[in-house]
Nanobody
């Protein structure tokens, strides 16, 4: 599975941004798809998860109510809509995928076998 993330950039505080992650090599609808983010000096942080076929979604407390993960199975793409952005949302965002997931570990990087390259999101005040 190859993952290609895009959509990062510079955005003002309170603004919005949508990230995309295109999957190839395996039917995306059967994959757990997630977003993580990383800032220097910190561990990679779980952001959001979409279960296969988009049945359920999960979010970290820090983004709940502001971010929305969604997927277009026909386009093999998962999205992260980010609203009400804050400076602390500044990070490199990564998409990740896994064919099988132990739900108790969905917030851990080791639970995902496939990773895309990161896309930088910078929120300026």
């Amino acid at each position: 599975v190859q993952l290609q993330a895009s959509g990062g950039g510079l955005v003002q505080v309170g603004g919005s941004r949508r990230l995309s992650c295109a999957a190839s090599g395996r039917t995306e609808s059967r994959l757990y798809m997630a977003w993580f983010r990383h800032t220097p000096g910190k561990e990679r942080e779980f952001v959001a998860l979409s279960t296969p076929r988009g049945g359920r979604t999960y979010y970290s407390d820090s983004v709940k109510g502001r971010f929305t993960i969604s997927r277009d199975n026909a386009a093999n793409t998962v999205y992260l809509q980010m609203n009400s952005l804050k400076p602390e949302d500044t990070a490199v965002y990564f998409c990740a995928a896994g064919a099988g997931l132990i739900m108790s570990s969905y917030g851990s990087t080791y639970a995902y076998a496939y990773w895309g390259q990161g896309t930088q999101v910078t929120v300026s005040s």
